[in-house]
């Protein structure tokens, strides 16, 4: 297949994950991150790049985050959230953070292929993204013709925009407002 072919497959398979969201859990994941004094963002591999944009568009928006990991970072406490995206819902170091943050009193919320898994366990806010990873087995109803977890990663993406978009709405805030806070150490 051509790229354009590619890139129409995979616009074909985004639609069809994205249909099969639950409209409560990204509600209440969106009233998670407006009742946090200060958030923490993780992930590995892809699905912490994804992460990584969400810090950073919500920093855009002015809310008070970190990128867990960094070594700017400072530690967790009672009112904050931590957001994971992870597709398995079972990466060792993640789970780890996830118990860390809810012993000292902070919030959870995990986007994840497996809400059943250790870290949808830990979590008080999930949010299901149905889109097959590596580790899926028959958990997803949606076939993917990408590599690996490329589906759940772009998924990821753009729930983490949409959710973007909704605090945009819910805050009153729009994008002048948001570039405004846009590095300027280019």
Known sequence: MTVLENARAVAKELEATLTLLDEEQTERFIDTILDARTIFTAGAGRSGLMM?????RLMHMGFQVHVAGDVTTP???GGDLLVIGSGSGETSGLVSMAAKARSVGATTAILTGFPNSSLGSIADSVVRIPAPTPKSGSESSIASIQ??????????????DATIMRLMEKKNVDSAEMFSRHANLE
Do not use: D, H, N, W
């Open 52 to 56: 990584r944009a969400f810090a950073m």
């Open 75 to 77: 530690a967790i406490r």
């Open 147 to 160: 590599p690996m977890g490329s589906l759940f990663e772009q998924s990821l993406l753009v729930v983490l």
